[in-house]
T-cell receptor, first 114, second 115 residues
Framework: ETGVTQTPRHLVMGMTNKKSLKCEQH?????MYWYKQSAKKPLELMFV???????ENNSVPSRFSPECPNSSHLFLHLHTLQPEDSALYLC?????????????FGPGTRLTVL | AQSVAQPEDQVNVAEGNPLTVKCTYS??????LFWYVQYPNRGLQFLLK??????LVKGSYGFEAEFNKSQTSFHLKKPSALVSDSALYFC?????????????FGSGTQLTVLP
């Protein structure tokens, strides 16, 4: 079992709902990441945080809004999503932001947008 | 921009036989290379990485990978497959320098080990 937890594990929401995904890492890492995983596609990096500051935003639509209140917690706020946003959302952390550090992943939140 | 290709969506191998999961990459300069594994309903787990040094890298669960710079490949191997190795395997690459500070993942290869 990894030291990264995600809640909820499953979420079904309508297109007009607002919901939030939560990620917590217990590893003392300084960098955290949100990824989107869709079937038969490479993982898509959405956001990167280092020491609570956002350092990457990979052209993600504004209906996805990240928040990192401290180095252990990461949120993804969702509003007015589209059915094509249905996917597995993975949170990850690494010791530092620098390249070469392996990332530790949570189990993911399976999101279904109706 | 860097990229990763995993040319096989699916690899089937009999238990006890050697397995290979292929990965080729494209990156400016030298690469850092990683393999991750994903079991059903789980997140990705780190298997091994190549940073520098010996081209043959040994990782978890008896897996190893060989970095081949001339062929820009980083194939994952195991001498004797187990049914429990059945999972989705991802190769990833990042540059060793420059402003890009993110991993680029391949689309994954589903490994099925048949009893």
């Amino acid at each position: 079992e990894t030291g990264v937890t995600q809640t909820p594990r499953h979420l079904v929401m309508g297109m007009t709902n607002k919901k939030s995904l939560k990620c917590e890492q217990h590893l003392g890492h300084n960098a955290m990441y949100w990824y989107k995983q869709s079937a038969k596609k490479p993982l898509e990096l959405m956001f990167v945080y280092s020491l609570e500051e956002r350092v990457e935003n990979n052209s993600v639509p504004s209906r996805f809004s990240p928040e990192c209140p401290n180095s252990s917690h990461l949120f993804l706020h969702l509003h007015t999503l589209q059915p094509e946003d249905s996917a597995l959302y993975l949170c990850a952390s690494s010791q530092e932001l620098g390249i070469g550090y392996e990332q530790f992943f949570g189990p993911g939140t399976r999101l279904t947008v109706l | 921009a860097q990229s990763v290709a995993q040319p096989e969506d699916q690899v089937n191998v009999a238990e006890g036989n050697p397995l290979t999961v292929k990965c080729t990459y494209s990156v400016s300069g030298n690469p850092y290379l990683f393999w991750y594994v994903q079991y059903p309903n789980r997140g990705l787990q780190f298997l091994l990485k190549y940073i520098t040094g010996d081209n043959l890298v040994k990782g978890s669960y008896g897996f190893e990978a060989e970095f081949n710079k001339s062929q820009t490949s980083f194939h994952l191997k195991k001498p004797s497959a187990l049914v429990s190795d059945s999972a989705l395997y991802f190769c990833a690459v990042s540059p060793t320098s420059g402003s890009a500070r993110q991993l680029t993942f391949g689309s994954g290869t589903q490994l099925t080990v048949l009893p």
